[in-house]
C-alpha cells in the first residue's frame, strides 16, 4: 500500500522523484490552460510559463491528461507531472472533491515505479486533501498476485515489468498538527484500504476464492478488527431453511455460506444492516450463460466484497452506529445436482419460488439474507449485488441503479453515493411488473417481464424485506468490474464500488443526518 505524509515542504525542497501539480481548462473558447493553485511556487520557478510550454507540448487541462516535463533549476525532484482537472470552477467555487480525486488517481497511476512523489494539487480544505489521499491510493492499486514478476534484473531479461506501484505521497498543503486534516486522512486510508481489499477479492480467481475461502478470509479480517463473526455452513443453512441459498450452491462441490459480520458500537443509536450478493462464480448453473459471458463471472461477488469491505472500515473508523454485514456466498454450476428450471425452493422467510431460470441466481440467495436480516429489526437495509443486465442496458457501465421502498430514503442513499463520487441513478418500483412473477406452481417466479427486468428483480426482493423496514437496492451490475480502459482512479478488473456508498451512509447515519 502507497504510503501517504501529510507535508509542509516546499515543492522544490521536497527530496523526491517528482512534484505533482494541477491545471485546468480556462473559462471560454479563448480560456487556454490555467495553472490551478497550490501550484504557485513551481510555476514561479518557470518565469510564470508553465502554462505556456505545457500547452507547446500538447496539454489542454483536460480530466486525467497527464503531462511530464523536466522539473526547473533549482528543485530537488527531477520532474514536474501535470494532471488535468477538467474545467476551472465558477468564481468563488472551489474544485470538487471528486476532481481532485480522480487527478490524484491518474497521477498517481502514471507515476508506477516512482519512489516518492510530492502532490501539490488545490488544497481549500480537509475535505479536499481527504479526497487526494484517497484517489492517490486507489490510482496506485495493482493486481499483480499471479504474476511471476521475479526480481527486477530478471524481470529486465525476460521482458517483464517490474515495477511496483507509488510508494509514498507526500501531500503537499497539508497541515500535519491539525486534527482536521489529520483525520481526513486517516479516513482515506481506512476507506481506500479496504476498497482496495474489496478489488482483490474481485480479481481473484474462482479457483482461489470459492465460498469458504471468502468465508475464511472475512472472518480473518473480522477478528483483527474486533467484529463479531458468524459461519453458517451448508449442514446449518440446511437446518435453517435457507432454500435459496442452498439451491443456489447444490449444482456446486464447493458448499455454500452465509457469513454475518457484527460491528457494534457502544455509543450507536442506530443500526443498518448491509446484504451483498456473494456469487464467487456464476456459470447461469442448468440455464448455461453463452460463450462471451462466462469470462468475468469471478466478479459476481462484488456485492459481498463491497459490503464485506464497508463493515471493516466502520470499524477501523469507530462510527458511532451499528452496522451487520450479510455475506450470501454461493457458487453457480450446472452438474447433476444442480437446480433446474422448474424446480420449487422454499425460501428461507418460508415463500416458495419457482426457478423458472438458473441464472437469475442472485436474487435467491439474497432473498434468504434479506429475510434473516430483517430478524434484527434493522433501522434500514440495504443490498448490493451485480444483479441484472438490464441494469447495464438502462445506466450503461459506469452508474449503478438504485430501488427502493421509502422514496426520501432512496433520494438519500443516491445524495450520499454522488457525494462519495461513486455515479448512481434513482430508479421506480412499477407495482404493475410484480404481475409476471406471478406461479401457478409457487408464491412467485424468480424471473418476470423481461423489459424492466432490473426493476423486476427488485421487485422480487422487496418479497422478502421485513414489515415496516426501510430498504433499498443498489445494483452494480455495471460499474463492478471495469473491462475497459482505466480512467481517474478507477483500474481494468475489480473496482470496489459501492464501498464508498456504504461508509458514507453509515457516517452520516451515525451523526444523525438520516431520519
Known amino acids: 500500500m502507497t504510503a501517504l505524509t501529510l507535508s509542509t515542504a516546499a515543492a522544490s525542497g521536497l527530496r523526491a522523484d517528482a512534484i505533482v501539480v494541477g491545471v485546468a481548462k480556462g473559462a471560454g473558447s479563448k480560456g487556454g490552460l490555467v495553472v490551478a493553485f497550490g501550484a504557485e511556487a513551481v510555476d514561479k520557478a518557470y518565469d510564470g510559463k508553465l502554462a505556456s510550454v505545457l500547452e507547446t507540448l500538447g496539454a489542454s487541462g483536460g480530466e486525467g491528461e497527464v503531462t511530464k516535463l523536466p522539473a526547473p533549476s533549482g528543485f530537488k525532484a527531477p520532474v514536474v507531472v501535470a494532471v488535468g482537472l477538467g474545467e476551472v470552477p465558477e468564481k468563488d467555487e472551489t474544485y470538487g ?40 491510493l486507489l490510482g496506485a492499486y495493482s493486481f499483480d498476485a499471479y504474476k511471476d514478476r521475479g526480481d527486477a534484473k530478471d524481470a529486465k531479461k525476460k521482458g517483464k515489468d517490474a515495477k511496483a506501484p507509488l510508494a509514498e505521497v507526500a501531500l503537499l498543503g497539508g497541515k500535519p498538527r491539525d486534527k482536521a486534516y489529520k483525520a481526513a486522512v486517516e479516513r482515506a486510508v481506512a476507506v481506500a484500504e479496504e476498497m482496495n481489499r474489496a478489488r482483490d477479492l474481485i480479481n481473484t480467481p474462482p479457483n482461489d476464492l470459492d465460498p469458504e475461502a471468502f468465508a475464511a478470509v472475512a472472518t480473518a479480517a473480522a477478528k483483527e478488527h474486533g467484529i463479531k463473526v458468524q459461519v453458517l455452513d451448508e449442514k446449518a443453512l440446511t437446518k435453517g431453511g435457507f432454500g435459496g441459498i442452498l439451491g443456489v450452491g447444490a449444482g456446486s462441490d464447493a458448499p455454500p455460506r452465509l457469513v454475518k459480520l457484527s460491528y457494534t458500537s457502544s455509543k450507536a443509536k442506530k443500526h443498518l444492516a448491509f446484504v451483498g450478493k456473494g456469487i464467487t462464480y456464476d456459470s447461469g448453473g442448468i440455464s448455461l450463460k453463452p460463450a462471451g459471458h462466462n469470462e468475468t463471472m469471478k466478479c459476481d461477488m462484488a456485492g459481498a466484497a463491497a459490503v464485506f469491505a464497508a463493515v471493516v472500515a466502520a470499524a477501523r473508523l469507530g462510527l458511532e452506529v451499528n452496522v451487520t454485514g450479510w455475506l450470501a456466498l454461493a457458487e453457480n454450476m450446472p452438474s447433476g445436482s444442480a437446480t433446474r428450471p422448474g424446480d420449487v425452493l422454499r425460501m428461507y422467510s418460508g415463500k416458495t419460488v419457482e426457478v423458472l431460470n438458473t441464472d437469475a441466481e442472485g436474487r435467491l440467495v439474497l432473498a434468504d439474507a434479506i ?35 421509502d422514496d426520501a430514503f432512496r433520494t438519500s442513499v443516491h445524495e450520499i453515493a454522488e457525494e462519495a463520487g461513486e455515479p448512481s441513478w434513482p430508479m421506480p418500483l412499477p407495482a404493475h411488473l410484480r404481475k409476471g412473477m406471478e406461479s401457478p406452481t409457487a408464491d412467485l417466479a424468480n424471473i418476470g417481464e423481461r423489459m424492466g427486468g432490473g426493476l423486476v428483480a427488485g421487485l422480487f426482493l422487496q418479497e422478502f424485506v421485513g414489515e415496516g423496514i426501510t430498504w433499498a437496492h443498489l445494483d452494480i451490475a455495471g460499474p463492478a468490474f471495469n473491462e475497459g480502459g482505466t480512467f481517474g482512479y478507477t483500474p481494468k478488473g475489480g473496482t470496489g464500488t459501492a464501498v464508498r456508498t456504504l461508509v458514507g451512509l453509515a457516517e452520516h447515519t451515525a451523526a444523525g443526518d438520516l431520519g
Open 371 to 405: 429475510a434473516k436480516a430483517s430478524e434484527d429489526k434493522p433501522d434500514a437495509i440495504v443490498d448490493v449485488a451485480t444483479l441484472t443486465g438490464a441494469m447495464m442496458v438502462a445506466l450503461g457501465s459506469r452508474t449503478f441503479g438504485i430501488v427502493s421502498n
Open 97 to 136: 472533491t471528486d476532481a481532485l480525486r480522480r487527478a490524484a488517481g491518474a497521477a498517481a497511476r502514471a507515476l508506477t515505479g516512482v519512489k516518492k512523489a510530492g502532490f501539490a494539487l488545490p488544497v481549500d480544505q480537509a475535505g479536499d486533501i481527504g479526497a487526494i489521499a484517497e484517489g492517490a
